[in-house]
């Protein structure tokens, strides 16, 4: 009976670390996340999602370093970059992080808007009612309530799975297609290396290298959690990128199988209909619904917490309107922006997440670089330094993306695609 | 007053002008007194040399050593300023964070001997680190905003705490937002009086007023000496109209005419009414701020009164009653006002036997006086027994402390 009893522990402790590793992960399949991911798999079917294993190591392994140096440190990465850099390269990032991230509030504000449009829900007036209901919840509630409500969120996630099941999948072409090689399309193609950049881009992401530190912070893990925590990113990842699998095989077996190129989320639900059922896309629209309203919590959160960690101001979910001003500021100035730029007809919300995208993935080889560093400083990390696997992946990683960015820059400055 | 940020890269060379390389860092003392040790430069090799602060000679443009130095190492007690203090989060006692600190306040004794007065939390130290500060302040005043400088003193930072990382300070942090006038002019008593004047300068005119009331005398003096006739005059507005007669008394005669001119006439004539009494030991301490009833008026009269008389008042704690050839003829609390009907008449309830002081009594008897009869102010009348002023104990408790 010993052995139950050992289990049962390590199962309390796994529940007392679980929700960050989790949270930040699912947070990457946000609004962003669906509307790229099906844009692409309605192009390129399953190969859209061919490499997902050592997308998922990495996804893993930088969330990791970041819990790793929230735990040992007590401080976050911005905590870190402030204190190492000086203010100058931190205000820098900042403001970068800032203009990458309200590209990303806007994203899923226009997500939020597309599945308020799919439900035919007068959206201007849900769209203002929920983001005020999202300001003053997040206010409002201490951080054990709206970890409860995150982690909710995340069950409508598994409407991507049922999705994927209506569609009818060859579960033999996924495995080839995603785990193998790609026959369906050319791989040679360059345009294809491109929007498997995008899809990747918006699984790692600049915010949630950000979050999962300051959120662990704000947890108050200590480093007896180190273990279990370090599981529970791993399970994150895992689980992050099978629902965003589930989301293209849903796709794939509708969309790209019956050729039908779309250009948004909106114009594919409304393609699917007729493939799949109704039942199909009153999923899909559910699914949407609630990674667009994850991602709009998150993200502006993300940015509070960066600020508040870089400049110094008291910032926790835990702390009253008063004294955490310029923490919840932030997180509602990001909201309001991105609602009145979406209520505003006259914005291109396509062309200004594109860019956003881009601001991100430049953003990101010098965060891996920050990560890199910390990790393996002996002075901060003591004996909790990066093992050398991490540290190569990381490093190797980090020059296959920079060599991506440049391309994906090269390649839209001198249109070659 | 010296920034870190405008001494940091600094050019460091010695005696016989050879290029040692560039200040990188500098070490304090981790103590109640936190004095600057030694500093670490930066040869152009990239290596770090320390050299102690016995060997500075000189500290302008560029830092000057003597040429028989020797480098030394970090001992116990000791702690960088880059390294511990710069960039560092501030928690309060509760642990709570407040800021960070944005840049480091170095105070110069003398020539050679520097001390760390205290750390920049304000936006200005941002500015200042990102050397924007010149561009910045114009848009800032455009849009009349506040960038008060904003520091939070040596004295109230735990000096233990940083080595371990930890900026910790002795209070929480709500009690930090404002530094109370008297805390800061005693700080200011500290340091010399170019400094003092540096910082006072930063201060709104309110907040400068209200500090330079709490300095003693000759320092009231001398900062209140480099002001510019128009600000002085600002100034006097804002402080105790006894205080304000301390300071143009500090003042020569041409200067204090000045001074005067630019004043508003009401208060004009009352600094003037002050100024004639300051000849008389205790005509010095003398303050207008009180409040006259005629002995016929009711309670609820004398309420309106206070209301729309007393605004200004540092305090009020006696009302004096006078007949209509203005005699003092009686006196009675805010306390014995505030428990009558409103509809009574002040001559009902009101104290005829007043004590009362003259322009010629000695400072001694004042004190007396007061303590005796347990009062907080005194009415000072002439021969006519007219109301002069009055004198109030806190102006009296600075005589009283120089006894204890």
Same mark, same amino acid.
């Given at each position: 009976?010993?052995?139950?009893?050992?289990?049962?522990?390590?199962?309390?402790?796994?529940?007392?670390?679980?929700?960050?590793?989790?949270?930040?992960?699912?947070?990457?399949?946000?609004?962003?996340?669906?509307?790229?991911?099906?844009?692409?798999?309605?192009?390129?079917?399953?190969?859209?999602?061919?490499?997902?294993?050592?997308?998922?190591?990495?996804?893993?392994?930088?969330?990791?370093?970041?819990?790793?140096?929230?735990?040992?440190?007590?401080?976050?990465?911005?905590?870190?970059?402030?204190?190492?850099?000086?203010?100058?390269?931190?205000?820098?990032?900042?403001?970068?992080?800032?203009?990458?991230?309200?590209?990303?509030?806007?994203?899923?504000?226009?997500?939020?808007?597309?599945?308020?449009?799919?439900?035919?829900?007068?959206?201007?007036?849900?769209?203002?009612?929920?983001?005020?209901?999202?300001?003053?919840?997040?206010?409002?509630?201490?951080?054990?309530?709206?970890?409860?409500?995150?982690?909710?969120?995340?069950?409508?996630?598994?409407?991507?799975?049922?999705?994927?099941?209506?569609?009818?999948?060859?579960?033999?072409?996924?495995?080839?297609?995603?785990?193998?090689?790609?026959?369906?399309?050319?791989?040679?193609?360059?345009?294809?290396?491109?929007?498997?950049?995008?899809?990747?881009?918006?699984?790692?992401?600049?915010?949630?290298?950000?979050?999962?530190?300051?959120?662990?912070?704000?947890?108050?893990?200590?480093?007896?959690?180190?273990?279990?925590?370090?599981?529970?990113?791993?399970?994150?990842?895992?689980?992050?990128?099978?629902?965003?699998?589930?989301?293209?095989?849903?796709?794939?077996?509708?969309?790209?199988?019956?050729?039908?190129?779309?250009?948004?989320?909106?114009?594919?639900?409304?393609?699917?209909?007729?493939?799949?059922?109704?039942?199909?896309?009153?999923?899909?629209?559910?699914?949407?619904?609630?990674?667009?309203?994850?991602?709009?919590?998150?993200?502006?959160?993300?940015?509070?917490?960066?600020?508040?960690?870089?400049?110094?101001?008291?910032?926790?979910?835990?702390?009253?309107?008063?004294?955490?001003?310029?923490?919840?500021?932030?997180?509602?100035?990001?909201?309001?922006?991105?609602?009145?730029?979406?209520?505003?007809?006259?914005?291109?919300?396509?062309?200004?997440?594109?860019?956003?995208?881009?601001?991100?993935?430049?953003?990101?080889?010098?965060?891996?670089?920050?990560?890199?560093?910390?990790?393996?400083?002996?002075?901060?990390?003591?004996?909790?330094?990066?093992?050398?696997?991490?540290?190569?992946?990381?490093?190797?990683?980090?020059?296959?993306?920079?060599?991506?960015?440049?391309?994906?820059?090269?390649?839209?400055?001198?249109?070659?695609? | 007053?010296?920034?870190?940020?405008?001494?940091?890269?600094?050019?460091?060379?010695?005696?016989? @002008?050879?290029?040692?390389?560039?200040? +990188?860092? #500098? %070490?304090?003392?981790?103590? *109640? $007194?936190?004095?600057?040790?030694?500093? &670490?430069?930066?040869?152009?090799?990239?290596?770090?040399?320390?050299?102690?602060?016995?060997?500075?000679?000189?500290?302008?443009?560029?830092?000057?050593?003597?040429?028989?130095?020797?480098?030394?190492?970090?001992?116990?007690?000791?702690?960088?300023?880059?390294?511990?203090?710069?960039?560092?989060?501030?928690?309060?006692?509760?642990? @709570?964070?407040?800021?960070?600190?944005? +840049?480091? #306040? %170095?105070?110069?004794?003398? *020539? $050679?001997?520097?001390?760390?007065?205290? &750390?920049?939390?304000?936006?200005?130290?941002?500015?200042?680190?990102?050397?924007?500060?010149?561009?910045?302040?114009?848009?800032?005043?455009?849009?009349?905003?506040?960038?008060?400088?904003?520091?939070?003193?040596?004295?109230?930072?735990?000096?233990?705490?940083?080595?371990?990382?930890?900026?910790?300070?002795?209070?929480?942090?709500?009690?930090?937002?404002?530094?109370?006038?008297?805390?800061?002019?005693?700080?200011?008593?500290?340091?010399?009086?170019?400094?003092?004047?540096?910082?006072?300068?930063?201060?709104?005119?309110?907040?400068?007023?209200?500090?330079?009331?709490?300095?003693?005398?000759?320092?009231?003096?001398?900062?209140?000496?480099?002001?510019?006739?128009?600000?002085?005059?600002?100034?006097?507005?804002?402080?105790?109209?006894?205080?304000?007669?301390?300071?143009?008394?500090?003042?020569?005669?041409?200067?204090?005419?000045?001074?005067?001119?630019?004043?508003?006439?009401?208060?004009?004539?009352?600094?003037?009414?002050?100024?004639?009494?300051?000849?008389?030991?205790?005509?010095?301490?003398?303050?207008?701020?009180?409040?006259?009833?005629?002995?016929?008026?009711?309670?609820?009269?004398?309420?309106?009164?206070?209301?729309?008389?007393?605004?200004?008042?540092?305090?009020?704690?006696?009302?004096?009653?006078?007949?209509?050839?203005?005699?003092?003829?009686?006196?009675?609390?805010?306390?014995?006002?505030?428990?009558?009907?409103?509809?009574?008449?002040?001559?009902?309830?009101?104290?005829?036997?007043?004590?009362?002081?003259?322009?010629?009594?000695?400072?001694?008897?004042?004190?007396?006086?007061?303590?005796?009869?347990?009062?907080?102010?005194?009415?000072?009348?002439?021969?006519?027994?007219?109301?002069?002023?009055?004198?109030?104990?806190?102006?009296?408790?600075?005589?009283?402390?120089?006894?204890?």
């Amino acid at each position: 009976m010993r052995w139950l009893q050992k289990i049962k522990v390590q199962l309390l402790l796994f529940f007392v670390v679980f929700g960050p590793g989790i949270i930040t992960a699912v947070a990457d399949n946000d609004a962003g996340g669906v509307a790229t991911y099906t844009v692409a798999a309605a192009l390129y079917g399953m190969a859209s999602s061919f490499l997902i294993i050592p997308q998922t190591i990495l996804l893993a392994v930088t969330q990791e370093i970041g819990a790793r140096i929230a735990i040992v440190c007590r401080k976050g990465l911005g905590d870190l970059i402030r204190e190492r850099y000086g203010v100058r390269i931190s205000l820098l990032i900042f403001c970068i992080y800032f203009i990458a991230n309200q590209g990303v509030v806007l994203q899923n504000v226009s997500g939020l808007k597309a599945s308020l449009q799919l439900f035919s829900f007068p959206w201007q007036l849900s769209l203002i009612g929920i983001c005020l209901l999202l300001i003053v919840t997040v206010i409002k509630f201490n951080y054990k309530k709206l970890q409860q409500i995150f982690l909710f969120m995340i069950l409508f996630y598994l409407t991507y799975v049922l999705s994927a099941f209506l569609s009818h999948p060859d579960w033999g072409e996924v495995i080839q297609e995603t785990f193998i090689w790609p026959q369906k399309i050319n791989i040679f193609d360059f345009r294809f290396w491109f929007s498997r950049m995008a899809v990747m881009g918006t699984t790692i992401t600049v915010w949630g290298q950000f979050f999962v530190s300051s959120y662990i912070l704000d947890k108050k893990l200590t480093i007896e959690h180190l273990k279990h925590e370090k599981i529970e990113v791993f399970l994150g990842a895992i689980i992050t990128n099978f629902f965003s699998l589930m989301m293209v095989v849903a796709v794939a077996f509708t969309l790209f199988h019956n050729n039908i190129k779309v250009n948004n989320v909106y114009e594919a639900a409304l393609a699917i209909k007729p493939l799949a059922g109704n039942f199909a896309v009153v999923l899909f629209s559910l699914g949407l619904f609630s990674a667009s309203l994850l991602g709009l919590t998150i993200v502006p959160l993300a940015t509070a917490y960066v600020f508040s960690e870089m400049f110094g101001t008291e910032g926790s979910l835990d702390s009253s309107f008063s004294s955490g001003k310029m923490f919840y500021s932030f997180f509602i100035i990001q909201i309001l922006i991105g609602l009145i730029a979406t209520l505003f007809p006259a914005t291109n919300l396509f062309k200004l997440t594109l860019y956003a995208d881009y601001i991100n993935a430049a953003l990101l080889p010098m965060i891996f670089f920050f990560l890199i560093k910390f990790s393996e400083s002996k002075e901060l990390m003591g004996d909790y330094v990066s093992k050398r696997f991490t540290s190569i992946f990381v490093r190797a990683s980090g020059i296959i993306i920079t060599i991506l960015v440049i391309m994906t820059f090269a390649g839209k400055i001198f249109r070659l695609y | 007053m010296l920034y870190f940020s405008e001494i940091k890269e600094k050019q460091v060379i010695t005696d016989k @002008n050879v290029i040692l390389g560039k200040l +990188d860092d #500098v %070490i304090f003392l981790a103590a *109640e $007194t936190p004095l600057i040790t030694k500093m &670490v430069i930066r040869k152009r090799d990239n290596e770090l040399m320390i050299i102690p602060m016995e060997y500075l000679l000189k500290f302008n443009n560029c830092i000057t050593m003597a040429s028989n130095y020797k480098p030394s190492e970090l001992i116990e007690n000791e702690l960088y300023i880059r390294k511990n203090l710069l960039d560092k989060q501030i928690i309060d006692v509760a642990g @709570n964070k407040v800021i960070r600190v944005n +840049d480091v #306040v %170095i105070q110069d004794k003398n *020539e $050679t001997t520097f001390y760390i007065a205290g &750390v920049d939390i304000g936006i200005r130290g941002i500015l200042r680190r990102l050397k924007l500060k010149k561009y910045a302040l114009p848009i800032y005043r455009f849009f009349r905003s506040q960038t008060h400088p904003h520091y939070l003193c040596w004295t109230d930072i735990q000096p233990l705490e940083l080595a371990k990382g930890n900026v910790q300070l002795k209070k929480e942090r709500t009690h930090l937002e404002k530094m109370r006038a008297e805390d800061l002019a005693d700080y200011l008593e500290k340091i010399n009086i170019k400094n003092a004047n540096h910082i006072i300068e930063m201060l709104d005119e309110k907040q400068a007023a209200s500090v330079l009331g709490e300095l003693n005398v000759n320092f009231q003096s001398a900062i209140f000496s480099h002001f510019p006739p128009d600000k002085a005059a600002k100034l006097l507005s804002f402080v105790d109209t006894d205080e304000a007669t301390d300071l143009l008394l500090s003042q020569n005669e041409t200067r204090r005419e000045n001074i005067l001119l630019l004043l508003p006439d009401n208060k004009r004539s009352e600094l003037e009414h002050l100024l004639s009494l300051s000849y008389s030991p205790i005509g010095k301490l003398i303050t207008t701020g009180y409040l006259t009833v005629q002995s016929s008026e009711t309670v609820g009269q004398v309420l309106k009164q206070i209301k729309e008389k007393t605004m200004n008042f540092p305090s009020l704690n006696y009302v004096y009653v006078i007949n209509p050839e203005n005699h003092l003829v009686g006196v009675f609390t805010v306390h014995e006002l505030l428990i009558q009907n409103a509809d009574e008449v002040v001559h009902n309830f009101m104290i005829q036997n007043v004590v009362v002081v003259h322009l010629t009594t000695p400072k001694e008897l004042v004190i007396k006086k007061m303590i005796k009869y347990k009062l907080f102010a005194l009415p000072v009348i002439d021969q006519q027994k007219k109301i002069l002023g009055i004198i109030t104990f806190d102006d009296i408790a600075e005589t009283l402390l120089k006894y204890l």
